[in-house]
T-cell receptor, first 114, second 109 residues
């Protein structure tokens, strides 16, 4: 089945220790997104790739970076995680749309910062 | 700026009908989506409205009024498994979607 896969599902890191979360998709979608979701809050868009074009949200901290080496993979790098970065990180994909924008979400990676 | 408002919590009983409202303010509006998210799970797509009117998909329907910047999700014949958070989300510009804060629906027996 075509899907969005995130690894690992649970990640524990130490304060200030860089961490990378990964996302892969078999849907062949052009657009990939990273969201941060804290408990009982809405998913917050961090950035997205439209093909190779990177689009950063204005309020995404510099501590968060992303890479998309090819259509299938996208990575979220947190350079120096703080306690406030503990959250669920969701990857999503969508096709190029003329407005129709169903996003397909992966299961998420829950990040714990010690 | 951009804003979305939806109720934080709704409670209903099995078999009932519930309506979750969403009002929004945005520029360059494309459409309004609804997503369901169970505790610990990922959001899953329910519906998308780009034009005014009602879209029906099984027990779920979604409505949009562009002139009123308003939409709603209607859930009929509620089941216990419908207990979840429901997010409205606005698409404005290409591939740029913003979620509302979410409505937590509790379905009671």
């Amino acid at each position: 089945d075509a899907m969005v896969i995130q690894n690992p599902r649970y990640q524990v890191t130490q304060f200030g220790k860089p961490v990378t979360l990964s996302c892969s998709q078999t849907l062949n979608h052009n657009v990939m997104y990273w969201y941060q979701q804290k408990s009982s809050q809405a998913p917050k868009l961090l950035f997205h790739y439209y093909d190779k074009d990177f689009n950063n949200e204005a309020d995404t901290p510099d501590n968060f970076q992303s890479r998309r080496p090819n259509t299938s993979f996208c990575f979220l790098d947190i350079r120096s995680p703080g306690l406030g970065d503990a959250a669920m990180y969701l990857c999503a994909t969508s096709t190029i749309g003329g407005g129709y924008n169903e996003q397909f979400f992966g299961p998420g990676t829950r990040l714990t910062v010690l | 700026g951009q804003s979305l408002e939806q109720p934080s919590e709704v409670t209903a009983v099995e078999g009932a009908i519930v309506q979750i409202n969403c009002t929004y303010q945005t520029s360059g509006f494309y459409g309004l989506s609804w997503y369901q998210q169970h505790d610990g799970g990922a959001p899953t797509f329910l519906s998308y409205n780009a034009l005014d009117g009602l879209e029906e998909t099984g027990r779920f329907s979604s409505f949009l009024s562009r002139s009123d910047s308003y939409g709603y999700l209607l859930l009929q014949e509620l089941q216990m498994k419908d207990s979840a958070s429901y997010f409205c989300a606005v698409t404005s510009g290409s591939n740029d979607m913003r979620f509302g804060a979410g409505t937590r629906l509790t379905v009671k027996p």
